[in-house]
Antibody, heavy 125, light 105 residues
Framework: EVQLVESGGGLIQPGGSLRLSCAAS????????MSWVRQAPGKGLECVSF???????YYADSVQGRFTISRDISKNTLYLHMNSLRVEDTAVYYC???????????????????WGRGTLVTVSS | DIQMTQSPSTLSASVGDRVTITCRAS??????LAWYQQKPGQAPKLLIY???SLEGGVPSRFSGSGSGTEFTLTISSLQADDFATYYC????????FGQGTKVEI
């Protein structure tokens, strides 16, 4: 059974830094496509980061240059390093696994199947 | 960026009703669309991917259709467990979610 468990959230002042963790069981983080998706209170969903095979990465414009996604093979854990946090980064952060779909003409596309329960990050003074 | 617009934002329905939710993309996304169900305090759950493919373990009363810019999620006979918020997501170019449709009694 696949389980993703996020941790590391909490209350942080604007401008601060935080590292979120996503511990995986039932899947190998290093050989899967993984993402971080956030949901501000009462709002919709936003994919903020994605890590492909070969460690190429994607970041939403809203977090580009401030957030870094990484993974630790030995701990089978995905991370999101968050710097220069802003009030608008307040959200529940979910990790999710990416699943690759393939079209012979146009290539690869990724949707999300397994999700963790999330960890709340509150940025406030 | 590709924008996703869902309608309606809120839907009032009863058990046994046939329910349809629409999702519109700001440009063609072919069939690269997923639907998720989210209940309060829980993570989203994948229902449909590639516009019409049912995820394993999801009841057959859920179905998806569409391509290009217009998509629908249909629940053929609404059950008590289906009262939740539903999101569409394009994954043609990166990822964008719709704003959600809350299905309530």
């Amino acid at each position: 059974e696949v389980q993703l468990v996020e941790s590391g959230g909490g209350l942080i002042q604007p401008g601060g830094s935080l590292r979120l963790s996503c511990a995986a069981s039932g899947l190998t983080v290093s050989s899967n496509y993984m993402s971080w998706v956030r949901q501000a209170p009462g709002k919709g969903l936003e994919c903020v980061s994605f890590i492909y095979s070969g460690d190429s990465t994607y970041y939403a414009d809203s977090v580009q240059g401030r957030f870094t996604i990484s993974r630790d093979i030995s701990k089978n854990t995905l991370y999101l390093h968050m710097n220069s946090l802003r009030v608008e980064d307040t959200a529940v952060y979910y990790c999710a696994r990416g699943v690759r779909d393939y079209d012979i003409l146009t290539g690869y596309y990724y949707h999300f199947d397994y999700w963790g329960r999330g960890t709340l990050v509150t940025v406030s003074s | 960026d590709i924008q996703m617009t869902q309608s309606p934002s809120t839907l009032s329905a009863s058990v046994g009703d046939r329910v349809t939710i629409t999702c519109r993309a700001s440009q063609s996304i072919s069939r690269w669309l997923a639907w998720y169900q989210q209940k309060p305090g829980q993570a989203p759950k994948l229902l449909i991917y590639k516009a019409s493919s049912l995820e394993g373990g999801v009841p057959s009363r859920f179905s998806g259709s569409g391509s290009g810019t217009e998509f629908t999620l249909t629940i053929s006979s609404l059950q008590a467990d289906d009262f939740a918020t539903y999101y569409c997501q394009q994954y043609n170019r990166y990822w964008t979610f719709g704003q959600g449709t809350k299905v309530e009694i």
